[in-house]
């Protein structure tokens, strides 16, 4: 059993990069076709505490992936006070972000951090060699400076005849669990919780709640080390049925460009 955790932290961002798997793209407004675009939210702080309550003392030698949206685009002090209490229950931390705010995010809380991933998406890579300058400095972290120069049409690619047949082991034999927590609700798979953003929908999402899926659940460890009799039916055909993966590639890439409307750093 393998238990890796990704860990959306919000879903907004000071970039719009063509095809986000986040929808960071498209604006946030109550009007939105977009469900899951109608409401801004950043991850309460007492739902980390859930979260690190649910698997207290379990794969303390995997990551927690700090993602988004953009992390450092939320509230800096709820920020700093996640990664507080992330290492408070000795979870190794991983920042993803594209450097947006990594001047304000606290000292102490960056050097508690394990691994910090810098995203480059193409335009930004002037503010992230600063960065990568300034992390240097004063931590003793693994700094990564990632090169995403391209995305994909992971709508259209997910729909190709070739992505159904069940080819992911999550899906067939699943036989490891890459845990992901995105408002409360817990799915075993990155893609996953992008599902219900491309089909616009919250079926997925109800579907796993109704299955325990979620950190109000108590018993939460148990379902999840027990998916192959808790996972719902329907989470497990869109897995075999809708995935981008692995033959995202197969449509070509998007290149990432600079919109009007982004932010490269915080002023």
């Known amino acids: 059993m393998v238990l890796e955790f990704i860990y959306h932290m919000n879903n907004y961002c000071n970039l719009h990069c063509e095809f986000c ?14 469900i899951e675009r109608r409401t801004k939210w ?16 379990i794969a303390l030698n995997k990551y927690v992936h700090l993602t988004g949206g953009e992390p450092t685009a939320m509230p800096i002090e709820k920020l700093n006070a996640v990664i507080d209490l992330l290492d408070t229950y000795h979870r190794r931390i991983v920042l993803l972000t594209n ?16 691994v910090i991933k810098l995203d480059d998406h193409g335009i930004n890579n002037e503010h992230l060699l600063d960065c990568v300058k300034y992390l240097n400095s004063f931590t003793k972290g693994n700094i990564k ?16 005849a070739i992505n159904k047949g069940g080819h992911c082991p999550r899906a067939t034999l699943l036989s490891d669990i ?13 893609a996953m919780a992008s599902f219900d953003l491309y089909n616009n929908d919250t079926q997925m999402n109800d579907e796993l709640i109704k299955a325990g899926w979620t950190l109000d659940n108590p018993s939460l460890l148990k379902t999840v080390l027990n998916f ?11 897995c075999k049925e809708k995935c981008w993966w692995p033959h995202k590639r197969i449509l070509g890439p998007t290149e990432i460009t ?4 982004d932010v490269i750093r915080k002023p």
């Open 258 to 261: 600079l919109k009007p409307n």
């Open 21 to 34: 798997s986040d929808f960071s793209d498209k604006p946030i407004d109550k009007n939105s076709p977009w």
């Open 178 to 190: 890459e845990i992901v927590i995105k408002q409360s609700v817990v799915y075993p798979c990155c």
């Open 99 to 114: 450097g947006f705010n990594v001047f304000g995010v606290g000292k102490e809380q960056l050097k508690k951090c394990a």
């Open 228 to 238: 192959k009799k808790t996972l719902p039916t329907y989470v497990v055909k869109q």
């Open 145 to 160: 400076h990632i090169y995403t120069l391209h995305h994909y049409d992971l709508d259209a690619t997910r729909k190709l």
């Open 42 to 57: 950043d991850v309460p702080l007492e739902e980390v505490e859930l979260f690190c309550e649910r698997f207290k003392g």
